[in-house]
């Protein structure tokens, strides 16, 4: 009969799977993270900003950004953009009060965007609306196809 090691062969078994999961989980944040790692923004450099929420629209004439900044006020929105890029950053407004649960950032949110076309900077309009910020991002090159009357 063999000793009792106070380990079973299942909890041994258990364990090399944990420690293979872990190994594996460990290879596929690798992966990501090279694959990722073309994006402007990346989730690791925002240093306890929450990386705010975008929606981005194509119109035939303009993008349009929906960028969620919940409890940020108006005055707090640091909005800039270049021909290719957009960023947007906000600093919280925390509340007086013991958080019983806290998943808003206390520091603020943030977003750096790469645009799939190039804009006018210059003719950015935005509003900011029940914690949506709306960018309206006309584009540099509008095509649109005119039908040509043959003679």
Excluded at 103 to 112: F, L, M, V
């Amino acid at each position: 009969m063999k000793p009792d090691t106070g380990t079973s062969d299942l909890e041994r078994m258990i364990g090399k799977a944990a420690v293979e999961a872990a190994r594996m989980s460990s290879q596929a944040s690798q992966v990501a993270k090279k694959i990722l790692g073309e994006m402007t923004c990346d989730v690791g450099e925002s240093k306890g900003y929450d990386w705010a929420a975008v929606d981005l629209l194509d119109t035939d004439e303009e993008l349009i950004a929906l960028v969620a900044l919940p409890g940020a006020s108006k005055e707090n929105i640091d909005l800039r953009a270049t021909e290719d890029s957009l960023y947007v950053e906000t600093k919280a407004n925390p509340r007086a009060g013991k958080y019983l649960r806290r998943e808003i950032s206390p520091i603020g949110q943030k977003r750096d965007l790469k645009l799939p076309v190039e804009v006018k900077p210059e003719q950015i309009k935005a509003s900011f609306k029940d914690g949506i910020l709306e960018v309206h991002l006309p584009k540099l090159v509008v095509i649109n196809a005119q039908k040509v009357r043959v003679e």
